[in-house]
């Protein structure tokens, strides 16, 4: 069955960056893309932006393209998100998605949060 | 980048009360697909392309629209139908969400 694992919740300070993972399982890796979406507590869901782990190809949301970076491991059927410069708009819950046809998104990750404080 | 506008941004509903949501696009899109949120859990693929039910939806939920609008429906809304939806467009290569329907039970 499909899954997507993501890594523990983090506690970060300001300034710092975080890595985040996403790890798949249960069908091939490199079928479909990945996208990343945001949602602050209590908030809409923001799409964040999206891999395609066979080739690497980033697509990002304007918003998030100094925010974020989205890497693959193909060895490890990995997915990883990297937010640098860390500030507390940034304190959310990140979920990985797999997208099916015409955009649609079948699988969600358990999310993962993140808090940024001193 | 295409804005979705969704109504009403919440509600109560009692059992068996029909329930219509509606999602706007601020330019015309080809699908719209929805998304069930609980507290606390991740979102839900819940209805997809417009109108397909995703698997283990019941069929008391439909979707339909085109174009700029579209809505999703709930004929004899159930305790368990309670819940925020979200809809979703995909405008290649970008996605956008709508800001959610709260549902509640009355």
């Known amino acids: 069955q499909v899954n997507l694992l993501q890594s523990g919740a983090a506690l970060v300070k300001p300034g710092a960056s975080v890595k985040l993972s996403c790890k798949a399982s249960?069908?091939?890796?490199?079928?479909?893309?990945i996208h990343w979406v945001k949602q602050s507590h209590g908030k809409s869901l923001e799409w964040i932006g999206y891999?395609?782990?066979?080739?690497?190809?980033?697509n990002y949301n304007e918003k998030f393209k100094s925010k974020a970076t989205l890497t693959v491991d193909k060895s490890t059927n990995t997915a990883y998100m990297e937010l640098s410069r860390l500030t507390s708009e940034d304190s959310a819950t990140y979920y990985c998605t797999r997208e099916a046809d015409y955009g649609f998104s079948d699988y969600w990750g358990q999310g993962v949060m993140v808090t940024v404080s001193s | 980048e295409i804005v979705l506008t969704q109504s009403p941004t919440t509600m109560t509903a009692s059992p068996g009360e029909k329930v219509t949501i509606t999602c706007r696009a601020s330019s015309s899109v080809s699908y719209m697909h929805w998304y069930q949120q609980k507290p606390g859990a991740s979102p839900k693929p819940w209805i997809y392309?417009?109108?397909k039910l995703a698997s283990g939806v019941p069929d008391r939920f439909s979707g339909s629209g085109s174009g700029t609008s579209y809505s999703l429906t709930i004929n004899n809304m159930e305790a368990e139908d309670a819940a925020t939806y979200y809809c979703q467009q995909w405008n290649y290569p970008t996605w956008t969400f709508g800001g959610g329907t709260k549902l509640e039970l009355k």
């Open positions: 891999i395609n782990p066979n080739s690497g190809y980033t």
């Open positions: 392309e417009t109108s």
């Open positions: 249960g069908y091939t890796f490199t079928d479909y893309y």
